[in-house]
C-alpha cells in the first residue's frame, strides 16, 4: 500500500459491469487513485457483495444477466444502509428513457460508454469532493411539521420518520433552506447535481414527484415555466 492510500481512509467503490475487460480497467484506475474495490458481474451478486462490503460508491452497469442495473439499484436503494451511497451508472444505452428510469431509482450520475477513465475519475473525484465541503452536518430546520436534519440524513414529519435516498433528501433540504423562494430546475440541478454533471432537467421534476409522495404535496408548489418553490405555510 502507497503512504499516499494509507494517509487516509480509502473510499469503498463497488463496480458492476457483465463485461470483464470494463471491470479490470476501472479497478485498475480506481485503485490507482487510492479507492478500496470490489467487483460484481451481475446485479443480484452486486446487491449480495453490497450487503456486507457497504460500498460509498456503486458503478453500475444497466444491461447485465439475472439482474440488470435498474433493478439492483432500487434494491440498494432500500437497504436503509445504502440509501446515502452514491451510484453511478455507466451504461452503452443512450436513450432518455434509461437515463429517466436511473434517476428514478436515485442514481446520482449517468455516464454513457465508451468510458473515458480520466473524466470518469474527475468525476467520481467530484462526487467525494463536494460531499466533504458541505454546509455543517449539525443543520437542522423545523418547518412548519417537518423536521429535517442534516447530521444523520434524518427526516421527520409530525413525529414519523420519512425515509430518502440521498438526492431527494439534499433537494428537500436546499428547498427548506431558502422558503418561499422561487427555484428554477437549472438551480436546482447545479445546487443538488453539480455544474460537472450533465443531467436533464426532467431528472428534477421526477425528484419533486417523488417527494410529494413522501411528504405530502403541500409544501412544495409547482410555479409553471418558471421552477419550484417550498412555502413554510402549507395550505
Known amino acids: 500500500m502507497s503512504a499516499a492510500k494509507a494517509a487516509q481512509p480509502l473510499h469503498r467503490v463497488l463496480v458492476v459491469d457483465d463485461d470483464a475487460d470494463i471491470v479490470e480497467m476501472l479497478e ?37 444477466p439475472h439482474m440488470d442495473g435498474i433493478e439492483a439499484g432500487r434494491q440498494l436503494r432500500n437497504i436503509p444502509e445504502l440509501r446515502q451511497t452514491f451510484i453511478l451508472y455507466l451504461t452503452a444505452r443512450s436513450e432518455e428513457y434509461s437515463e429517466v428510469a436511473a434517476f428514478d431509482v436515485g442514481a446520482d450520475d449517468y455516464i454513457t460508454k ?5 473524466a470518469l475519475m ?9 460531499e466533504a465541503q458541505k454546509a455543517d452536518p449539525g ?20 413525529d414519523k420518520s420519512v425515509i430518502l435516498p440521498k438526492k431527494e433528501f439534499e433537494l428537500l433540504f436546499f428547498l427548506a433552506q431558502h422558503p418561499n423562494k422561487v427555484c428554477s430546475r437549472e438551480e436546482l440541478l447545479q445546487k443538488i447535481w453539480g455544474a460537472d454533471i450533465y443531467v436533464l432537467e426532467r431528472t428534477v421534476d421526477v425528484h419533486i414527484r417523488k417527494l410529494r409522495e413522501k411528504i405530502g ?3 412544495i408548489r409547482t ?13
Open 28 to 64: 485498475y484506475n480506481l485503485d490507482k487513485e487510492g479507492y478500496d474495490v470490489r467487483t460484481a458481474t451481475d446485479g443480484r451478486k452486486a446487491v449480495e457483495i453490497a450487503k456486507t462490503y457497504m460500498p460509498e460508491l456503486v458503478l453500475l452497469d444497466i444491461m447485465m
Open 139 to 158: 443543520e437542522q430546520i423545523a418547518i412548519a411539521d417537518l423536521l429535517i436534519n442534516r447530521k444523520n440524513y434524518s427526516v421527520s414529519q409530525n
Open 223 to 235: 410555479l409553471k415555466g418558471v421552477g419550484y418553490m417550498f412555502t413554510d405555510q402549507p395550505e
Open 122 to 130: 474527475s468525476r467520481i473525484n467530484a462526487l467525494f469532493r463536494r
Open 114 to 118: 465508451p468510458i473515458k477513465p480520466r
Open 217 to 219: 404535496d403541500t409544501h
